[in-house]
């Protein structure tokens, strides 16, 4: 029976042959890789809403903060205000 590869498996392969990674540390690095690119709008304003709520932040800075990231994402969503920002985060 043939092995069955992955989409991805020509880039482990990459990285295994260009990198010091072992073949399971360069598969964590590739599937952490894609669950950071597949993270919504949604998600990303939740956890980054957390992460800067635990550093101190008060809500003020924190969706301003949000709002300047947004557009430097890999995927750039549609710019949104300071309260759909709160609407995702606290419906």
């Known amino acids: 029976m043939p092995e069955r590869r992955t989409s991805y498996e020509d880039l482990i392969d ?3 042959r260009t990198t010091p990674l072992h073949r399971g540390e360069a598969t964590r690095v590739v599937l952490d890789v894609l669950a ?3 993270e919504t709008t949604e ?3 939740r956890r980054r809403h957390r992460e800067l709520q635990a550093r101190g932040l008060v809500n ?7 709002g300047e990231e947004l557009p430097h994402r890999a995927v ?3 710019t949104l205000s300071q309260r759909q920002l709160r609407r995702i985060v606290y419906g």
């Open 14 to 16: 990459h990285l295994i």
């Open 36 to 38: 950071y690119f597949n």
């Open 43 to 45: 998600e990303y304003v």
């Open 60 to 66: 003020a800075e924190i969706f301003e903060r949000i």
């Open 76 to 78: 750039a969503p549609a």
